[in-house]
């Protein structure tokens, strides 16, 4: 089982959908999570930190679910320019930042 | 407040040379990383540096190196250049704190002929 695993999508909504995307994970012992988008070609952009109880900024809702072993980042709302890969980074051994291939979404009019 | 900036944006090279990145973190920053991402594959993890040490490397063959300078600032190396090695090479600082996130360098594309 690779250590971080996403669907490579792509997810086609139209605008106004409410996607979600989940991220598992292998390692029990990873302690904080992050949401980051890229567009094509460039860097990655911070999207949102996922917390165990759960946090909301906006549209954007991320949830931890321990049990499970998984992360989701929920859209509400899509806009076009949600259309993005969406990545998720589950830490190892503290500090080693993994992240995951992405999922791709395109939001379309 | 100024991000963390790499140079060169653009690099080409030819097989068996070395190559050179830098990146200068965000100020106050002592953790850098280093992430290779080819052409459609995701990143994956080079190389950590945190107050001046290597702490923690991926699964990369030794010709990848790097350091960190006083200042915090760090090179990435790689030495006898194979046309694998094309691709985007992402830096990125975090705080000190354990729950901070990356923010990430505009890259340096890297390419071998």
């Known amino acids: 089982r690779k250590e971080v695993e996403q669907d490579p999508g792509p997810f086609n909504v139209p605008e106004g959908a409410t996607v979600a995307f989940n991220c598992t994970y292998s390692n029990s012992a990873s302690q904080s999570f992050f949401w980051y988008r890229q567009d094509c070609r460039k860097e990655p952009k911070l999207l949102m930190s996922v917390y165990s109880s759960g946090n909301e900024d906006g549209r954007f809702t991320a949830q931890l679910n321990r049990a499970s072993q998984y992360i989701s980042l929920l859209i509400r709302d899509s806009k076009l320019s949600d259309s993005a890969t969406y990545l998720c980074?589950?830490?190892?051994?503290?500090?080693?930042?993994?992240f995951g291939a992405g999922t791709r979404l395109a939001v379309h009019p | 407040e100024a991000g963390v900036t790499q140079s060169p944006t653009h690099l080409i090279k030819t097989r068996g040379q070395q190559a050179t990145l830098r990146c200068s973190p965000i100020?106050?920053?002592?953790?850098v990383y280093w992430y290779q991402q080819a052409l459609g594959l995701g990143l994956q993890f080079l190389l950590w540096y945190d107050e001046g040490e290597e702490r923690n490397r991926g699964n990369f063959p030794p010709r990848f190196s790097g350091r960190q300078f006083p200042n915090y600032s760090s090179e990435l190396n790689v030495n006898a250049l194979e046309l694998e090695d094309s691709a985007l090479y992402l830096c990125?600082?975090?705080?000190?704190?354990?729950?901070?996130?990356?923010?990430f360098g505009n890259g340096t594309r890297l390419t071998v002929t």
């Open positions: 990125a600082s975090r705080a000190g704190t354990y729950n901070s996130p990356l923010h």
């Open positions: 980074v589950v830490p190892r051994d503290g500090n080693k930042l993994i």
């Open positions: 100020s106050g920053h002592t953790s």
